[in-house]
């Protein structure tokens, strides 16, 4: 497990930001946000879609974006059928 000085638990972090996408890793599991499926973070800056924030468990929030993204539309895309058009 990841931890931080003072023994605080990482919920989230950026992983990696490719020319496709960025990987998340949330609560233990890893997710890829394509460009294609989550058009908002594509040209942003590095340090802004760094600083994310997991919210009452299952809120992610990137103040300085404007984004706001529940786990669930991770993990089950199928449910969240319209898109962003950046």
Same mark, same amino acid.
């Given at each position: 497990m990841r931890s931080l000085k003072n023994g605080k638990t990482i919920s989230v972090s950026?992983?990696?930001?490719?020319p496709? +996408?960025?990987w998340l890793y949330v609560k233990q599991r890893e997710y890829f946000l &394509?460009?294609?499926d989550y058009p908002y973070f594509r040209e942003k800056p590095i &340090?802004?879609?760094q600083k994310v924030k997991l919210l009452? +468990?299952?809120h992610?929030?990137?103040?300085?974006l404007d984004v706001d993204l529940e786990i669930d539309n991770l993990e089950n895309p199928e449910k969240y059928p319209l898109k962003s058009k950046d």
């Amino acid at each position: 497990m990841r931890s931080l000085k003072n023994g605080k638990t990482i919920s989230v972090s950026v992983e990696n930001i490719t020319p496709f +996408g960025i990987w998340l890793y949330v609560k233990q599991r890893e997710y890829f946000l &394509s460009y294609e499926d989550y058009p908002y973070f594509r040209e942003k800056p590095i &340090s802004a879609i760094q600083k994310v924030k997991l919210l009452h +468990g299952f809120h992610l929030h990137w103040k300085d974006l404007d984004v706001d993204l529940e786990i669930d539309n991770l993990e089950n895309p199928e449910k969240y059928p319209l898109k962003s058009k950046d």
